[in-house]
């Protein structure tokens, strides 16, 4: 048995000879052959430099809340001008990550129409593969939205219920002193209506006059302390539907990805079985076939052994 002999070496001289003759120097050889052991990193596509983009506002937007919590949720630390500051550049903030995502999902629809034939079927299932990658992408961006919204909400919900419960002494402070009022408006209208005796008619006029806008005013007052606190209720119950809507979009975003994935696997499924469906019709075929074959062959056989015989 002959001796194996290496000619690895030999090639790559013979490469480098060549390779010189042609005028490359050894700096780009030396180049090209660290090409060949260290690859160089594949280029991202735009729309994952736009998903890093959406994730990296997405932690920042969540470090911003985290930072300015103490400041938003404590009434000692900030003034209502700086927590209505805060709550806007928070809204902006989510407002900008949303419409991210949604250019994303945009993004993600034009390649599902542009992947299909001009027959409305689907295209290769590497391209199919791709834009489930990135649903999948998009849907953990979504959630990851949520649950920083969802801590905002919160605390939005704190401060709320905050002056909620500053606005309920308050009130009662008011009726109070609109109770007291009245009290001491009463033995006063008696002293009036000795001195209007004495008094000429003109400044008793002038006085009911005085008497009906005060009356007027502590209606108006305390219509606009209970509206007030109306719309204090309603904005706590508006921020509390807000997100239990959100928890339900999070969970019918949850089904969805399970139905697509069931889905997935249906169409798997069926291909498996028109596959199966293939084999057994060309097992068919070919039985068929056998069987014909050898009732020819047995007939004509008979039919021989007649004639011989």
Not at 30 to 41: L, V
Not at 234 to 260: C, D, F, P, R
């Amino acid at each position: 048995m002959a001796r194996i002999r290496d000619r690895t070496e030999d090639f790559k001289d013979v490469a480098r000879h060549t390779a010189v003759s042609l005028g490359y120097d050894e700096s780009t050889l030396a180049a090209i052959m660290a090409s060949f052991i260290i690859h160089k990193p594949r280029e991202r596509s735009s729309f994952t430099k736009a998903a890093l983009k959406t994730l990296e506002s997405i932690g920042a937007l969540e470090q911003f809340i985290l930072n300015h919590r103490k400041d938003y949720v404590e009434t000692q630390r900030t003034t209502e001008q700086e927590r209505d500051s805060i709550e806007h550049e928070v809204t902006a903030f989510i407002k900008t990550c949303k419409e991210q995502i949604d250019i994303l999902q945009n993004s993600i629809n034009d390649d599902e129409a542009n992947s299909k034939s001009w027959l409305g079927l689907k295209g290769d299932k590497s391209n199919a593969d791709t834009i489930a990658h990135k649903h999948g992408v998009v849907l953990i961006l979504s959630e990851k939205l949520h649950s920083v919204t969802a801590q905002f909400d919160q605390m939005r919900a704190i401060r709320f219920q905050d002056a909620i419960n500053r606005a309920m002494p308050r009130r009662k402070l008011k009726r109070e002193t609109v109770s007291k009022s009245a009290d001491i408006s009463t033995p006063n209208k008696s002293d009036i209506r000795e001195l209007d005796e004495i008094q000429p008619e003109p400044l008793t006029v002038q006085q009911q006059l005085l008497d009906d806008e005060t009356r007027a005013l502590q209606v108006e007052l305390t219509s606009l302390l209970d509206a007030v606190q109306q719309t204090e209720t309603k904005m706590v119950e508006v921020s509390a539907l807000n997100h239990l809507m959100s928890t339900h979009i999070l969970h019918q975003a949850q089904q969805i990805e399970h139905l697509y994935e069931q889905a997935v696997e249906a169409t798997k499924n069926v291909e498996l079985g028109n596959k199966e469906l293939s084999q057994a019709i060309r097992r068919n075929t070919s039985s068929r076939t056998f069987l014909l074959l050898f009732l020819f062959v047995l007939t004509f056989s008979i039919l021989f052994l007649d004639w011989y015989s």
